[in-house]
T-cell receptor
Framework: EDQVTQSPEALRLQEGESSSLNCSYTVSGLRGLFWYRQDPGKGPEFLFTLYSAGEEKEKERLKATLTKKESFLHITAPKPEDSATYLCAVTGSGYSTLTFGKGTMLLVSP | DTEVTQTPKHLVMGMTNKKSLKCEQHMGHRAMYWYKQKAKKPPELMFVYSYEKLSINESVPSRFSPECPNSSLLNLHLHALQPEDSALYLC?????????????FGPGTRLTVL
């Protein structure tokens, strides 16, 4: 059975304090790894798709990387508006539905 | 335009009521999804439509009835719900139902069942 584990469950940072969120996965034939950001009471906002080990993508203060076992979401010099829950999800061979992790709740204090 | 819209934003209903949730996208996507999300949990897949046909039903109770009138619209008809059905209901779309396509989510409908 496919599994996605995100750590830490919650992370508190000071503004400007860089850090990384982890997404470990077990999937038969990875087809895609997806990062989403979700604000309270709103729908997930798509951030990145990674397809193969070694791939990296960047958007503003966020950078996502992928290995054969895990993905990292690096946050450089975060701002309070980066506070949200970050969700990781994967798809594997033979099916197309997303398997989500439980998310990391990030709080950035000014 | 990568927008999925959902109406209403909030809905309060009694256990004997019948109501509907609506979802719309104009990105030309041919796959549409309904998810249910409880507080502090990830979204749970309910239904998948591909080319307006139901392709996946994740063993959802019959009190939830999906409908896809055309390629841009997705409805979720609700009847005789239970208080435990209170949740954020999310609609999503993707170009196709294939594993490498990212899904774009709407803002959700917050449903409260009294």
């Amino acid at each position: 059975e496919d599994q996605v584990t995100q750590s830490p469950e919650a992370l508190r940072l000071q503004e400007g304090e860089s850090s990384s969120l982890n997404c470990s996965y077990t999937v038969s034939g990875l087809r895609g790894l997806f990062w989403y950001r979700q604000d309270p009471g709103k729908g997930p906002e798509f951030l990145f798709t990674l397809y193969s080990a070694g791939e990296e993508k960047e958007k503003e203060r966020l950078k996502a990387t992928l290995t054969k076992k895990e993905s990292f979401l690096h946050i450089t010099a975060p701002k309070p508006e980066d506070s949200a829950t970050y969700l990781c999800a994967v798809t594997g061979s033979g099916y197309s539905t997303l398997t989500f992790g439980k998310g990391t709740m990030l709080l950035v204090s000014p | 335009d990568t927008e999925v819209t959902q109406t209403p934003k909030h809905l309060v209903m009694g256990m004997t009521n019948k109501k509907s949730l609506k979802c719309e996208q104009h990105m030309g996507h041919r796959a549409m999804y309904w998810y249910k999300q409880k507080a502090k949990k990830p979204p749970e897949l309910m239904f998948v439509y591909s080319y307006e046909k139901l392709s996946i039903n994740e063993s959802v109770p019959s009190r939830f009835s999906p409908e896809c009138p055309n390629s841009s619209l997705l409805n979720l008809h609700l009847h005789a719900l239970q208080p435990e059905d209170s949740a954020l209901y999310l609609c999503a779309s993707s170009p196709l139902v294939v594993s490498y396509n990212e899904q774009f989510f709407g803002p959700g409908t917050r449903l409260t069942v009294l």
